[in-house]
């Protein structure tokens, strides 16, 4: 008897992500990391998921975790936070993973400071959700899984 793995995703949290609810309100609204992962945990779930979160103030410890991911994690979603900006490593590490990516930020980049225009891993993410707060999380999820749902349906037809 064959047993298929249950699908589980990937969610990575950047920099200064620890801080939200206390960190820049206005900017980034009231609602916690906990918040966040709960929000994500409970989206794959509703899907027949599995959702690993992840949060580092390290760009390793990033790196790492998307090295470690094939053979473990179906998709990746990040909120590369300030390195979205700035890491060509975390850009490479993902493209050279080659699993689905979705970046989300809970802001709009595109809305701040000209700075935060140019995101290097919106290059290799298949959808970028910004602006959203914590639903762009939940709709990270509802897009990887409708999409890997549908792949894994065509390819039993």
């Known amino acids: 008897m064959t047993t298929e793995r249950t699908r589980n995703l990937l969610v990575l949290n950047g920099p200064n992500l620890n801080l939200l609810g206390t960190r820049e309100p206005a900017v980034y609204g009231t609602d916690t990391l906990d918040d966040v992962e709960a929000a994500a945990v409970g989206a794959a779930e509703s899907h ?3 959702a690993d979160c992840i949060q580092s103030n390290h760009e390793g ?3 790492d975790a998307i090295h470690g991911a ?3 994690a179906d998709a990746i979603i ?3 936070a300030a390195y979205s900006h700035t890491s060509v490593a975390i ?3 993902l493209s050279g993973v080659g699993l689905p990516v979705v970046e989300v930020h809970l802001s709009n980049i595109h809305k ?3 700075f935060r225009h140019h995101s290097f891993v919106s290059a290799v993410a298949e959808v970028v959700i910004c602006g ?3 639903a762009g999380y939940r709709m990270a999820v509802d897009y990887i899984a409708a999409k890997l749902d549908a792949a894994a349906g065509s390819a039993t037809r």
Do not use: Q, S, V
């Open 91 to 93: 850009r490479d590490a």
């Open 112 to 114: 701040r400071e000209e």
């Open 78 to 80: 990040i909120n590369p």
């Open 48 to 50: 027949g998921w599995t």
């Open 70 to 72: 094939p053979g473990l």
């Open 61 to 63: 410890d990033l790196i």
């Open 132 to 134: 959203a707060g914590i």
